[in-house]
T-cell receptor, first 115, second 114 residues
Framework: DTGVSQDPRHKITKRGQNVTFRCDPI?????LYWYRQTLGQGPEFLTY????????KSRLLSDRFSAERPKGSFSTLEIQRTEQGDSAMYLC?????????????FGPGTRLTVT | AQKITQTQPGMFVQEKEAVTLDCTYD???????LFWYKQPSSGEMIFLIY??????QNATEGRYSLNFQKARKSANLVISASQLGDSAMYFC???????????FGAGTILRVKS
């Protein structure tokens, strides 16, 4: 099964450190999304790419966050100078941009704990 | 602005019975899609069902159906013949067709009792 994969699944880091997460989308999907989910809440949109172009960014994506999708395949999300408020599950999703449904398929997430 | 409201923090249902999970939405865009996702305790988000704003009939996928009432801006999920494996968090979400992102509600925890 070649679903969306994310690495690492868990990350514990100390406040002030930088972290980077990777997402590999479903191979034929040209759109890739990043969401953040805190305990007991629904996912919140961070940013999305169509191929290698970053098309939308949420105001939640502060200057400490940066995302890339250099060749239109996998994507990385980097958080610089982590804060305790960054502790959350980071979800990646992918979809096609053809057709009318565009359902997004999610990966298993990366759980970040900032101590 | 897009907004999704799920007013039921938690629901219980007896195994084999049907259950309805409520969802209301707000948007000024005439073209949009409504989605339901299931999130078991393992954490993955599983796509269940989709309804487009111009679809005339309610969507169905196996035991899942979406009760779409456009004038009331509601998109309730109906699960028929509940199974123990249906116990999970359920999220309603919306995407305006001019945008890419999904906007999610706060979710409803469903517990199926045997």
């Amino acid at each position: 099964d070649t679903g969306v994969s994310q690495d690492p699944r868990h990350k514990i880091t100390k406040r002030g450190q930088n972290v980077t997460f990777r997402c590999d989308p479903i191979s034929e999907h040209n759109r890739l999304y990043w969401y953040r989910q805190t305990l007991g809440q629904g996912p919140e949109f961070l940013t999305y790419f169509q191929n290698e172009a970053q098309l939308e960014k949420s105001r939640l994506l502060s200057d400490r966050f940066s995302a890339e999708r250099p060749k239109g395949s996998f994507s990385t999300l980097e958080i610089q100078r982590t804060e305790q408020g960054d502790s959350a599950m980071y979800l990646c999703a992918s979809s096609l941009s053809r057709g009318s449904v565009y359902e997004q398929y999610f990966g298993p997430g990366t759980r970040l704990t900032v101590t | 602005a897009q907004k999704i409201t799920q007013t039921q923090p938690g629901m219980f249902v007896q195994e084999k019975e049907a259950v309805t999970l409520d969802c209301t939405y707000d948007t000024s865009d005439p073209s949009y899609g409504l989605f339901w996702y299931k999130q078991p305790s393992s954490g993955e988000m599983i796509f269940l069902i989709y309804q487009g704003s111009y679809d005339q009939q309610n969507a169905t996928e196996g035991r899942y159906s979406l009760n779409f009432q456009k004038a009331r801006k509601s998109a309730n999920l109906v699960i028929s013949a509940s199974q123990l494996g249906d116990s999970a968090m359920y999220f309603c979400a919306m995407r305006e067709d001019t945008r890419g992102e999904l906007v999610f509600g706060a979710g409803t925890i469903l517990r199926v009792k045997s």
